[in-house]
């Protein structure tokens, strides 16, 4: 089934460069371009759309009115936003929006595809510097997020639908060990479940 996106930009260049990489995959189909928050609105009122893909910054609407604008018409809708800001006091603000990625401009053309993927398959995705940024702006540190070496080893086991037992006797450590790694792992990617852990495994490809 074909993903339907929509694309919102203010710069023509950006917006052809990504409708050209979307239209050489046969997965996607863009359905509008834009570079008017309210045109992009009145599309969504006639057509259902997958994935709103749309700048933060524009003259006209900005991308968080838009997202605002935009759920309400299409409450299961998917946005990712576009920005070159990369301010950690911005960074947060634009995370505050219910949003489902965030990609800094300059990695748009390398990030997108991965993006639409994960965010399609109901993860999120955020440029690798976003999460620099957060964590850098927030005072926190770095190994307080990042997954060990043998926690991705667990990481990987429980994708392959290991129990603790098994993935304990695979990794030569105690079941109770493998526990500890799976609450580690549950707090670093603030997820609740396995599903979050396979979300987050998904949108770092590690599977």
Partial sequence: M?????????????????????????????????ANGHFALSHLKKEPIDILITDYSMPDMNGADLAKEARLISPNLKIIVLSMHDEPHKVQEIMKLEINGYILKKYARQEILTAINVVNAGGKFWSNEVNHIL????????EE???????????????????????????????????????????????????????????????
């Fill in 2 to 34: 074909e993903i339907k996106v929509l694309l919102v930009d203010d710069h023509p260049i950006l917006l052809d460069g990504l409708r050209g990489i979307l239209e050489e995959e046969i997965d996607f189909s863009v359905k509008g371009c834009y």
């Fill in 135 to 142: 964590i850098k702006g927030l005072g926190l540190k770095e």
């Fill in 145 to 207: 997020f990042t997954l060990t070496d043998r926690e991705i080893e667990v990481l990987k086991l429980i994708i392959k639908e290991k129990n603790s037992r098994e993935i304990a006797g695979l990794l030569f450590i105690s079941e109770r060990t493998v526990e500890t790694h799976r609450k580690n792992m549950l707090r670093k990617t603030q997820s609740s479940s396995t599903v979050g852990l396979i979300k987050y495994a998904y949108e770092h490809k590690f599977i």
